[in-house]
């Protein structure tokens, strides 16, 4: 839908391979940086969180079709690119 083959994801480091792998079942060429935050409370509920949802996405990328109804293609982001240069 936004024509998205390659990315650079930045995210925290407790989800960034949940979301590279999410990527890559999605036919995107994915490269992941974590970004450095201190090992807080909120990070630890993160960490335990992501152990479910790693989970889901396992089985969601497995056993859920793909989306039949997208819409138009959107060039938002390819007129993005294209603008600079």
């Known amino acids: 839908m936004f024509g998205v083959h390659r990315a650079v994801l930045v ?3 407790f989800h960034i391979r949940r979301a590279v792998a999410l ?3 999605a036919g995107i060429d994915a490269y992941g940086v974590a970004v450095d935050e201190p090992h807080d409370a909120t990070w630890g509920f993160g960490g335990l969180r992501e152990t479910v949802a790693a989970s889901k996405a396992v089985l969601d990328a497995t056993f ?3 989306p039949h109804f997208l819409g138009p ?3 938002g982001i ?3 690119v294209a603008a600079d240069g």
Do not use: K, N, Y
């Open 11 to 13: 995210s925290q480091g």
């Open 78 to 80: 390819s007129d993005a």
């Open 73 to 75: 293609r959107e060039r």
């Open 23 to 25: 990527c890559g079942a």
């Open 64 to 66: 859920r079709p793909d």
